[in-house]
């Protein structure tokens, strides 16, 4: 199979997170959704175990109920983060956003929570790396997916905080784990572009941290 290299490269590099550019009045229909779960579940799991599960909130009160939680979970410190942030720097752009997104959750068309079956019994690098790593890729294809379709997300893991109350409203199981909240919608335009990100060779190593790949 040839891939077309410059349209799968575009797709890596132009995923972006978005919040502002979502279109809140346009509905996102199931068979889309769907769709792109399909998709989804090509990803690796840990031993093959296959444990995701999705659950799509539509209901307006429950989204509203859900966003209510986001910010009591952080929505004072977005805030008076993007009160206190330079606009003018990428950094202070990205929390302007963040505080957008949190005070107009709940009109979003689709609030997506990935779930994956099991909980943490310790707190070890391997059980967290184990259990996240079995949902972690297939969220990625979800929002690779979307953007493919014209569709945007972002990763939010801020109502983590408040992870009980929201399987309560939400009927979740004890046994699943919540892995964040994915805001999804249609974009408002398609031009994204790649982000400013540092050069990796300065940032890979070789055999030994001490050993950049390529010292400055």
Not at 48 to 65: L, P
Not at 108 to 131: F, K, Q, Y
């Amino acid at each position: 199979m040839d891939f077309d290299l410059a349209q799968t490269d575009a797709l890596l590099s132009t995923t972006r997170a978005v919040r502002k550019r979502l279109d809140f009045d346009r509905e996102v229909p199931d068979d889309v959704l769907l769709e792109c779960l399909q998709l989804a579940v090509q990803a690796p799991t840990g031993s093959n175990q296959q444990g995701w599960r999705w659950m799509i909130i539509r209901d307006a009160e429950k989204k509203e109920a859900l966003a209510k939680l986001y910010r009591d979970a952080g929505g004072e410190y977005l805030a008076a983060a993007a009160d206190a942030a330079d606009s003018g720097t990428q950094q202070g752009r990205v929390i302007d956003s963040a505080n957008f997104l949190a005070q107009k959750l709940g009109e979003v068309p689709v609030l997506m929570i990935p779930l994956i079956v099991g909980r943490l019994t310790d707190n070890s690098a391997n059980s967290a790396a184990g259990l996240m790593g079995s949902i972690m890729p297939a969220m990625w294809s979800f929002q690779l997916a979307l953007r493919s379709r014209g569709l945007g997300s972002c990763l939010t893991t801020l109502h983590l905080g408040k992870e009980a109350e929201a399987a309560e409203l939400l009927g979740i199981p004890d046994h699943m784990t919540q892995a964040g909240l994915l805001p999804v919608a249609y974009t408002l335009g398609t031009d994204f572009k790649p982000a400013k990100r540092d050069d990796v060779a300065k940032i890979t190593y070789l055999d030994t941290y001490k050993n950049p790949i390529r010292p400055d």
